[in-house]
């Protein structure tokens, strides 16, 4: 059969080495990729998810740098400040569709950031750099963790006890216009850093300029910190990560399902999530970006004086990454017998040498309260295209404000129909399409995003004479759609 249209029958997993993508055909088992997760770690979009559950949810959203997605936007929340405060200030810019630290770079000041608001034709988001880094040796680093997404519904979510720590190759110094271009001192990227000639592979796992998290972790516990407040910290920062991410991936999930007519409970997947993490001066974690497709390469490129470069084992790649799909496999073999004999793996946070930390389901009762966009995400799917499931048109959407008869003497049905109109055609993210220099999907269609920011507008009308806060008003809004589509 062809590569395009593959048909999997009768494995209990299925590993597919890149995305998930509509042409493959899959009867039951279980896949290593949920479908739509590459578009929804997207930098602009994945900006987009985290940012609308920190604007209801300040307090709980912390770990995440501000992040814009429309230059404008930025400009104008950062004319605000002060000009030794905004001279002050370091931005990291990153290409919405980039890699590996490509097209990554640094800007410091009014005159930089004028000259790429001018300059810039490509979509990027735009965030504010973690100055004060957690130092050792005098290098910066950051942590590529691992969590292992094994069901959406109920949600289940593990994160690897181990991990990568990827040091830069040059002593770190605080940004200044001298050293902001100075790569290898302020990213951390392996695929930056290994071309250096400081760089070091060591034969143990446990030094060099990528090591084993848990080895830096010692050296954390033998200055005196606490690793167990640290991997809270972490442990937190995936769960609302996840939970920020978890609405797109149900509707692509039943999208994907739909389209190919998949009976339920027959098929499922899992998903490997790479976490890019770092620790500043006080030990708290910061969310850099999530990885959808996490090198599991244990192949390290070795270069010589006269810059060729031979391909050899890398000791610290080899100990976590094969240790990393052991495990995973074990966690999601379908046998009753080997889950569990697993079951002992998973941990109650209390052991070091555990595999795998429970994030969910332990954690769901504990940020049940976050998960209020799920909600809009049901309302939408009730009322969205029988066809693809993650779309829904003109005559679907007056279906929904009928329904949920929303129309009132404070927003009327000619005034909805034009925020359809509007939003489907002119805005993405919650933005003008030009102002973030992209286009919109659909064009005539509403995707999750539109409706959600409908959903926002809507209530704004409708309550805003009862509630001060945007998290309150969206609350009272869905009370009254669930209530009249008995959700």
């Known amino acids: 059969e062809r590569w395009d249209m593959l048909y999997v029958k009768s494995c209990d997993i299925y590993w597919h080495e890149k995305s998930l993508t509509s042409r493959e055909r899959f009867i039951d088992g279980k896949v290593n990729k949920f479908p739509g997760m590459k578009e929804i770690v997207c930098k602009a979009k994945f900006a987009y998810?985290?940012?609308?559950?920190?604007?209801?949810f300040p307090k709980h959203y912390t770990f995440y740098p501000r992040t814009w997605i429309a230059l404008q936007e930025m400009m104008t929340e950062i004319m605000k400040l002060s000009a030794k405060e905004l001279n002050s200030m370091t931005f990291i810019v990153k290409p919405d569709g980039?890699?590996?630290?490509?097209?990554?770079?640094?800007?410091?000041g009014l005159k930089q950031l004028e000259a790429l608001y001018f300059q810039i034709t490509e979509s990027v988001?735009?965030?504010?750099?973690?100055s004060d880094p957690y130092l050792i040796d005098g290098f910066k680093f950051d942590l590529r963790l691992y969590a292992v997404l094994t069901s959406l519904n109920p949600l289940e979510t593990y994160l690897f006890r181990?991990?990568?720590?990827r040091f830069c190759t040059v002593p770190y110094r605080s940004p200044n216009l001298k050293n902001i271009r100075h790569t290898c001192m302020h990213l951390t990227n392996y695929s930056l850093n290994k071309s250096n000639p400081s760089f070091v592979l060591m034969k143990s796992p446990h030094?060099?300029?990528?090591?084993?998290?848990?080895?830096?972790?010692?050296?954390?516990?033998?200055?005196g910190h606490s690793m167990d407040v640290i991997w809270f910290g972490i442990e937190q920062l995936i769960a609302k990560t996840?939970?920020?991410?978890?609405?797109?991936?149900?509707?692509?999930?039943?999208?994907?399902s739909t389209i190919h007519k998949i009976p339920d409970?027959?098929?499922?997947?899992?998903?490997?999530?790479?976490?890019?993490?770092?620790?500043?001066?006080?030990?708290?974690?910061?969310?850099?970006?999530?990885?959808?497709?996490?090198?599991?390469?244990?192949?390290?490129?070795?270069?010589?004086?006269?810059?060729?470069?031979?391909?050899?084992?890398?000791?610290v790649d080899e100990y976590i990454k094969c240790q990393l799909i052991a495990e995973t496999l074990k966690l999601v073999q379908?046998?009753?017998?080997?889950?569990?004999?697993?079951?002992?793996n998973i941990d109650n946070g209390k052991e070091t040498n555990i595999p795998f930390s429970n994030i969910f389901p332990k954690l769901s009762e504990e940020y049940s309260e976050l998960r209020i966009i799920e909600r809009c995400s049901k309302i939408y799917q009730k009322f969205s295209s029988r066809n693809d499931a993650k779309t829904m048109s003109l005559s679907l959407f007056r279906q929904f404000i009928r329904t949920c008869r929303i129309p009132s003497k404070e927003i009327c049905i000619a005034d909805l129909d034009v925020l359809f109109i509007n939003v489907t055609r002119n805005y993405r993210f919650g933005y003008t399409c030009k102002s973030i220099n992209t286009v919109h999907n659909n064009g005539k269609l509403l995707d999750f995003d539109g409706f959600y920011e409908i959903l926002l507008v809507i209530a704004s009308k409708k309550f805003y004479r009862y509630c001060s806060q945007k998290i309150d008003r969206l609350k009272c809004l869905l009370d009254l759609c669930e209530a009249r589509i008995d959700l």
């Not at 996840?242 to 994907?256: G, H, Q, R, T, V």
């Not at 770092?278 to 599991?296: F, G, Y």
């Not at 379908?334 to 002992?344: D, F, G, L, M």
Request: net charge neutral; proline share 4%.
């Open 49 to 56: 998810l985290l940012n609308r559950l920190q604007t209801l």
């Open 98 to 108: 980039g890699s590996e630290g490509r097209g990554i770079y640094l800007l410091q």
């Open 125 to 130: 988001v735009i965030q504010k750099y973690i």
């Open 162 to 165: 181990d991990g990568l720590a």
């Open 207 to 223: 030094e060099g300029s990528k090591r084993t998290i848990s080895s830096v972790l010692q050296i954390m516990h033998n200055l």
């Open 242 to 256: 996840i939970i920020a991410m978890l609405p797109s991936l149900k509707i692509e999930f039943d999208s994907w």
């Open 265 to 315: 409970n027959k098929f499922s997947c899992f998903h490997i999530l790479g976490f890019d993490v770092i620790l500043d001066q006080d030990l708290r974690p910061h969310l850099l970006e999530v990885n959808a497709n996490p090198s599991l390469n244990i192949e390290h490129e070795q270069y010589s004086k006269k810059g060729v470069y031979s391909n050899v084992i890398s000791p």
């Open 334 to 344: 379908p046998s009753s017998k080997i889950r569990k004999e697993n079951s002992a």
